[in-house]
């Protein structure tokens, strides 16, 4: 039982994954996977602050800012350079591997004895328990603030800059400066799962980023497809499947590893999951319209 | 209004595939004027739309609103005064978003978009009373996806959401050329009524000779990327409908 509890736990470390590469991916429509090197950035950060004993409340901003920049830069580089925005994420990507092992000073930082917001609140004695309050708290609070920023003028414009483009700039909106906006946001929720799994498994990698990109994604198209088959509308119902999308990603990866396979397989075996999930609505529905 | 003087639009500049879209336009718009351009298929119509626009700059020329030299400003900055209807109808609005989303972000074309939530219940019933004047009930599907919608019905509300916020000019590139005859009378006909109601600056770009000859109170034919034919209000009056199409055979 302790081990799909750690899943879950898991999974909500990785909802802002999920969130910020539903913002990018279906909202503004653009394929970023500066994700991979942003989420070790939150790491790395996280990790070197808190082991220099900075206060977890300057951690937080620092982390949300950093990854907002990488985010901005990827941005840049795609608006301004008109450089496709998969290249440019490669790009940022590749170039923040070593911007993370300067931060980090070696491929490894352990967490010991320094703050964490696993222990900011004693809600119960079980640090498992204790632990997914703290997180439950961390996720609604996202999910309302993001809620209500979709909702806002702002997110009217975020969210018609991925649909007409042309639309939005005949209603006075630079998309431009928008889309950098979007994936300074994406990326800054990303470093912020970064910052959560520092903590909760007690150590910052610079390798801990390879490949998160498609948990990110495969999180994100669970949850479209249960939108798609609930007929969902609702923008905050919409991020709710999301969040449930990542942890039901990690239940399956759980599931896998309990049944005995190889935990050296699982980048494949994650990969196969989100090429199923990806491929079965379309395989079923060829079958329907034949 | 609007003054064009030496436009000149010349695409893939010094490559095999250049075109010669606009050659030399001088084009004054009056206040309140209602022009209508006619001409045969890359005539250059849709370049010079676009150059007023913003979406397209010229490769010289100037372009001046309202005294104010633009021929610089990029789209999103010149739409405080210019709202569009485009040719294909999923251009002027954003399927993915409800109608009453699209419509909030019309009314706020001019200004800033904030961190507020601007969809009110009086907000969404302005809108609903907007759109009953269309006459195609879909005042009660305001929170229904604007991709949901006919083409003709989209293209109606994209002529009602130009004018929600302030606006001078209203640019239409052939807004009826996707639509049944039906639709397309009930687009042209709202056209007119907002272009008299809100006394706006308004080009319209058309194949269709029968609403050039009905619309506007100024015809310009284009041909080659130059003006080739320009009626005042008094020469259009006169022209009779037989005539125009004698400019096309
Ligand atoms: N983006 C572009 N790149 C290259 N050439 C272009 C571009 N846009 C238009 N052209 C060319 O410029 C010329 C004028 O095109 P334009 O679209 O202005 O014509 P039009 O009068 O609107 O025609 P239509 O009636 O078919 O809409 C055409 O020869 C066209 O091929
Ligand atoms: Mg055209």
């Known amino acids: ?290 | 209004m609007i003054k064009i003087s030496e436009v000149y639009k010349t695409y893939n500049e010094g490559q095999v595939s250049e075109v010669k879209a606009l050659n030399g336009i001088n084009l004054n718009i009056a206040e309140g004027d209602y022009t209508v351009i006619v001409g045969s298929n890359g005539s250059g119509k849709s370049t010079l739309l676009n150059i007023i626009a913003g979406s397209v700059l010229p490769t010289s020329g100037t372009i001046m609103l309202d005294n104010e030299n633009i021929t610089k400003l990029p789209d999103h900055q010149r739409s405080k005064w210019l709202a569009r209807v485009f040719q294909n109808p999923l251009s002027g609005t954003a399927s993915g978003l409800s109608i009453i989303d699209n419509f909030r972000l019309a009314a706020i074309r001019t200004q800033p978009k904030g961190l507020k939530i601007g969809i009110s219940d009086h907000f969404a019933q302005q809108v609903k009373d907007k759109i009953a004047t269309l006459g195609l009930g879909l005042e009660d599907k305001i929170n229904q996806q604007m991709g949901t919608l006919s083409g003709g019905q989209r293209q109606a509300l994209t002529l009602l959401m130009s004018v929600m916020d302030s606006c001078k000019v209203i640019l239409l590139d052939e807004p009826t050329a996707a639509l049944d005859p039906r639709s397309a009378n009930i687009v042209m006909q709202t056209a007119d009524k907002i272009v008299k109601e809100f006394n706006l600056t308004a080009i319209l770009i058309t194949h269709n000779l029968k609403d050039a000859y009905t619309y506007g109170n100024r015809l310009i034919q284009m041909g080659e990327g130059q003006l080739m034919r320009d009626l005042n209000t008094a020469e259009k009056e006169k022209l009779q409908q037989n005539q125009l199409f004698e400019w096309f055979s």
Not at chain 1, 170 to 187: E, F, H, P, S
């Open chain 1, 1 to 290: 039982m302790d081990f799909y509890l750690t899943a879950l736990l898991q999974g909500l470390c990785l909802s802002a994954i999920a969130l910020g590469v539903y913002l990018s991916m279906k909202i503004f429509n653009i394929p970023d996977i500066t994700t991979d090197g942003s989420y070790t950035l939150g790491g790395v950060v996280t990790a070197t602050m808190l082991t220099h004993q900075q206060s977890l409340w300057l951690t937080i901003p620092a982390v949300l800012v950093i990854g907002g920049i990488a985010g901005a830069v990827t941005g840049l580089i795609h608006t301004k350079l008109k450089i496709n925005a998969l290249l440019a994420g490669i790009l940022v990507m590749t170039a923040l591997y070593s911007v993370n092992l300067k931060i980090l000073g070696r491929s490894n930082v352990p967490l010991l004895n320094t703050a964490s917001i696993f222990n900011w609140l004693n809600i119960t004695a079980d640090p498992n328990q204790n632990s997914l309050v703290i997180l439950l708290i961390v996720v609604i609070l996202l999910v309302a603030v993001i809620g209500y920023l979709l909702k806002t003028d702002f997110g009217i414009a975020m969210r018609a800059t991925g649909d007409s483009e042309q639309m939005i700039r005949a209603m006075g909106v630079n998309t431009d400066r928008m889309k950098i906006t979007g994936l300074a946001l994406a990326n800054g929720l990303t470093a912020l799962s970064g910052f959560m799994m520092t903590q909760f498994q007690g150590f910052a990698d610079i390798n801990m980023g390879i490949g998160i990109v498609i948990t990110g994604l495969g999180s994100v198209i669970i949850a479209e497809t249960l939108i798609n088959w609930l007929r969902i509308t609702s923008v905050v119902w919409s991020l709710i499947l999301v969040v449930g999308g990542a942890i039901v990603f990690q239940m399956v990866l759980a599931v896998t590893l309990s049944i005995g396979v190889d935990a050296n397989l699982l980048k494949l075996v994650t990969a196969v999951f989100v090429l199923l999930i990806v491929s079965l609505p379309r395989l079923s529905f060829r079958r329907q319209h034949d």
